[in-house]
């Protein structure tokens, strides 16, 4: 019987990336047709993550996660150093739900010629739009860190969330790029009942502004009725950008565009696909929707 199959599943957890190398060597070499996937996160674990977790479970025989905390992604230093960290929480969710191995590295681990360490690639113009945009250096961070992991990992199927739906672009990007072969599988996002999408960063929020949160949700689904009922694209951004304004939030970006290329939508016989992103206090949010 292959090892998979025997295994209990107790989490091991390396915080080193040669042991994690070795093991994974060791894994491979007793069961060569066995499936490595690989769920990237920066922890302070929620349902989403753990819909990730579920799906990796699915199609692998080995499921590893990585928890790190990129210092290279966050343009606001302040971000990074508010960002939650409950390492004890998320190494019970991930024995609890089945995962085989947490990969929770140190920042020289990952890093080990400094955090300068020069990272090139192109990005084909995603990074010059909404995200992009608005936060400089943060999709070469994202990049530089994952093309690192897959580097360690080597697995056959990486898992990312469409709640960071651009992100998805980037990493297709990288994979392309850097020649790595591996399958990117898109997760759909995971909403509270109430519509919040969940994030980290909700454990930031206090009850009422989840609550102030929730114009988010609302005005994607402002978005989609409204193209369902006129089937007009005409002013929708700024009729969507209204609406959100009737709540508290601070909108950094509402647009509307394809979902294939990023690029602003003309017409509903495209896809249209709402992004959005908006502080709620010192909190920033984001979120999207395909709307028609
Ligand atoms: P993070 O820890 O925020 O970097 O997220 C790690 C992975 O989980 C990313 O691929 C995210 O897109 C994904 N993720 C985060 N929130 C959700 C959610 N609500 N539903 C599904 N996936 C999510």
């Known amino acids: 019987m292959p090892y998979w199959q025997l295994s209990i ?21 007793q069961n060569p047709d066995a499936k490595i996937g690989f769920v990237p996160t920066m922890g302070a674990l929620h349902q989403g993550h753990i819909s990730l977790i579920a799906k990796a479970k ?12 990129n210092p290279t992604q966050f343009n606001d230093p302040k971000d990074l150093e508010r960002y939650p960290r409950t390492a004890e929480a998320d190494s019970k969710l991930l024995t609890e739900n089945g995962c085989d191995i947490l990969y929770f590295p140190s920042v ?14 192109d990005f084909g113009g995603i990074d010059k739009v909404m ?15 994952v093309d690192r992991f897959f580097q360690i990992v080597q697995p ?10 651009q992100q998805v672009a980037v990493i297709r990007q990288l994979v392309k790029e850097k020649n790595h072969s591996i399958e990117i599988v898109p997760c759909s996002t ?18 009422e502004e989840k609550e102030q949160a929730l114009i988010i949700y609302k005005t994607l689904l402002f978005g989609q009725k409204w193209i369902k009922e006129t089937a007009d694209l005409n002013n929708l951004k700024e009729k969507m950008t209204v609406f959100f304004k009737s709540g ?45």
Request: overall charge negative; proline content about 4%.
């Open 9 to 29: 599943s107790a989490l091991i957890t390396l915080d080193n990336s040669s042991a994690l190398i070795s093991h994974l060597a060791n894994f491979r070499k």
């Open 58 to 69: 699915e199609e692998n025989q080995l499921v590893v996660c990585s928890i790190f905390v």
């Open 108 to 121: 020289s681990d990952i890093y080990p010629k400094g955090l300068n360490e020069s990272f090139e690639m």
């Open 131 to 145: 995200e992009g945009a608005h936060r400089p250096g943060h999709f070469k961070g994202v990049a530089q860190v």
């Open 156 to 165: 056959d199927r990486a898992y990312f969330g469409q709640k960071d739906f």
């Open 190 to 207: 995971l909403r509270s009942a109430e519509g919040l999408a969940l994030s980290s960063r909700n454990m930031l929020l206090s009850t």
């Open 248 to 292: 508290k939030l601070e909108l950094e970006y509402l647009e509307l565009a394809n979902p294939e290329n990023l690029q602003p939508v003309k017409s509903t016989d495209d896809p249209v696909h709402c992004f959005v992103a908006a502080f709620c206090g010192k909190v920033r949010l984001i979120d999207n929707m395909r709307l028609n």
